[in-house]
């Protein structure tokens, strides 16, 4: 049973415009949610997080959106670059468990 | 600062034998955690070391086991390897432990079982 659910395998996007990654989660006790990027042959690096005290939390071009009563996330990227091409996993924890739940992952193309 | 290394990069194994795969953290990290990435699971929590205990365990089977050393370098082994075990297995180090503190990974093992 996915607790973290990522439902788009892919999207492709043109440079420049807004790619829209999305999350859904059906624990209510996660509180605290990250968003990672993974290059082939990399391993994942942390993008950004946000707190449950939060409904939104920025850094440059990535934004995180948190709908607590849907229990959904989204990740905004403004403008994409081709460089953000790669898979992006988004992950959920509750402060009790120290054990971290990851989405399958969504692959972003950006096209130049 | 050092990133998290993982030896060896790429291992093929046969059905039946085991494997011990190696994992240097940032250094000043005590948590290492482990994870298991397939096509179709995503990213698997397996264990969690922090300072030489194991502090928390994901939903795999005996076989698959760890240890952390005094300088928080660990070890993960897989016994009696399975062809489903192929996978890409990822470290991660944080300072105080993966719900909490920003993970940081290495670049993973990639197994594969014959």
């Not at chain 1, 959904?72 to 509750?94: E, K, N, R, T």
């Not at chain 2, 990435?37 to 086991?65: A, C, H, I």
Request: with cysteine; glycine share 10%; hydrophobic share 30%.
């Amino acid at each position: 049973d996915q607790q973290v659910k990522q439902n788009s395998p892919s999207l492709s996007v043109q440079e420049g415009r807004i790619s829209i990654l999305n999350c859904d989660y059906t624990n209510s006790m996660f509180d605290y949610f990250l968003w990672y990027k993974k290059y082939p042959a990399e391993g994942p690096t942390f993008l950004i997080s946000i707190s449950s005290i939060k409904d939104k939390n920025e850094d440059g071009r990535f934004t995180v959106f948190l709908n607590k009563s849907a229990k959904h996330l989204s990740l905004h990227i403004v403008p994409s670059q081709p460089g953000d091409s790669a898979v992006y996993f988004c992950a959920a924890s509750d402060g009790g468990s120290y054990i971290p739940t990851f989405g399958r992952g969504t692959s972003l193309i950006v096209h130049p | 600062k050092a990133g998290v290394t993982q030896t060896p990069r790429y291992l093929i194994k046969t059905r039946g034998q085991q494997v011990t795969l190696s994992c240097s953290p940032i250094s000043g990290h005590r948590s290492v955690s482990w994870y298991q990435q397939t096509p179709g699971q995503g990213l698997q929590f397996l264990f969690e070391y922090f300072s030489e205990t194991q502090r928390n365990k994901g939903n795999f089977p005996g076989r698959f086991s760890g240890r952390q050393f005094s300088n928080s370098r660990s070890e993960m082994n897989v016994s009696t390897l399975e062809l489903g075990d192929s996978a890409l297995y990822l470290c991660a180090s944080s300072f105080g432990g993966p719900s909490t503190d920003t993970q940081y990974f290495g670049p993973g093992t990639r197994l594969t079982v014959l």
